[in-house]
């Protein structure tokens, strides 16, 4: 009588724990499944080098900081149109709109070199 307790136990047991295994999904809201993007913020700097497809500016606060940023598709165009002149130079001030985290230049303000 015993052995067959024993087996109808851990029986029991063996299903409870399978049952324990599977993973029960909540009900949430939609509201906090949807992942917020963060704002995009400027970056204040001055350029170290620029060419057609990428830009390398150095913090205003920070000079150690060394950021490269290519240009968004909204953006390119603007700056080879800027690049046909004088373009930007080695010093030049500008504030670069980007994601936190990513290098890509979503805006670029700032005054380009005069041409020479």
């Keep these: 009588m015993k052995s067959s307790r024993t087996r109808a136990g851990i ?7 399978a049952f324990a295994a599977v993973p029960v999904r909540a009900h949430r809201s939609t509201q906090a499944n949807q992942e917020t993007s963060p704002k995009p913020v400027w970056l204040k700097g001055e350029v170290m080098r620029v ?4 830009m390398t500016v150095r ?13 968004a598709p909204r953006v390119q165009p603007i700056i080879w149109k800027i690049q046909g002149g004088a373009g930007y130079q080695y010093g030049d001030k500008v504030s670069i709109l980007h994601q936190p985290g990513q290098t890509v230049a979503l805006k670029i303000h700032g005054k380009p070199s ?3």
Excluded: G, M, V
Excluded at 11 to 17: D, F, K, N, V
Excluded at 59 to 67: I, K
């Design 11 to 17: 029986l029991a047991l063996a299903i409870a724990l």
């Design 114 to 116: 005069k041409p020479r």
């Design 59 to 71: 913090e205003r606060d920070n000079p150690l900081e060394l950021h490269t940023f290519t240009y």
């Design 51 to 54: 060419d057609d497809y990428s």
